[in-house]
Antibody
Framework: QVQLVQSGSELKKPGASVNVSCKAS????????LNWVRQAPGQGLELMGW????????TYAQGVTGRFVFSLDTSVSTAYLQISSLKADDTAVYYC?????????????WGQGTTVTVSS | QSALTQPASVSGSPGQSITISCTGT?????????VSWYQHYPGKAPKLMIY???NRPSGVSNRFSGSKSGNTASLTISGLQAEDEADYYC??????????FGGGTKLTVL
């Protein structure tokens, strides 16, 4: 079936980097944009941006700094979110989600979420 | 960028109907029909409930409906059930390559 499976929880120290993966299956990976959404503790959903899985072009939401990088490995149908120079307020659950033109670019398939905890 | 405005919380009794509003501007909700709604249980992945203002994905109960008037979109849940207790988020297009979520609404079923 159509699904997105994300990598497991991460515990990192401030200043470190983390790579969150999102592996797609059950559909043509390059036919749908892949979005990244985060939810910090006690906060709402925040769209971080998305990546065009056909061209590899990322689009970052306003306010998302250069510490966040979206990338792809289309050979294994996987998208990646890399966060560098981690700060405590990067602590959040990070979701990947598929955007589908047929649903007005609604996010119709979501990964299970990856918890990233930044703590010394 | 500022989020769309949703009430922090709404509540209703089983069997009742509730409506959650999502207010934006003519640059987002008022300007496009790309409004979607998501149901989110804590610790779970969000679920698409409504897309393009009023359309339901396959498998979503017809108790959920969406609408839009001017710069405000709305999600209505009829025949409220205990399982509807969750957080709900709207999302809208805000121009080329720009999308934004609402701040979220916690629905409590009394």
């Amino acid at each position: 079936q159509v699904q997105l499976v994300q990598s497991g929880s991460e515990l990192k120290k401030p200043g470190a980097s983390v790579n969150v993966s999102c592996k797609a299956s059950g559909y043509t990976f390059t036919s749908h944009a892949l979005n990244w959404v985060r939810q910090a503790p006690g906060q709402g959903l925040e769209l971080m941006g998305w990546i065009n899985t056909y061209t590899g072009t990322p689009t970052y939401a306003q306010g998302v700094t250069g510490r966040f990088v979206f990338s792809l490995d289309t050979s294994v149908s996987t998208a990646y979110l890399q966060i560098s120079s981690l700060k405590a307020d990067d602590t959040a659950v990070y979701y990947c989600a598929r955007g589908t033109a047929a649903t007005g670019y609604g996010l119709d398939v979501w990964g299970q979420g990856t918890t990233v905890t930044v703590s010394s | 960028q500022s989020a769309l405005t949703q009430p922090a919380s709404v509540s209703g009794s089983p069997g009742q109907s509730i409506t959650i509003s999502c207010t934006g501007t003519s640059s987002d909700i008022g300007g496009y029909d790309y409004v979607s709604w998501y149901q989110h249980y804590p610790g779970k992945a969000p679920k698409l409930m409504i897309y393009e203002v009023k359309n339901r994905p396959s498998g979503v109960s017809n108790r959920f409906s969406g609408s839009k008037s001017g710069n405000t979109a709305s999600l209505t849940i009829s025949g409220l059930q205990a399982e509807d207790e969750a957080d709900y988020y709207c999302r809208s297009n805000r121009g080329t390559n720009t999308w934004v979520f609402g701040g979220g609404t916690k629905l409590t079923v009394l």
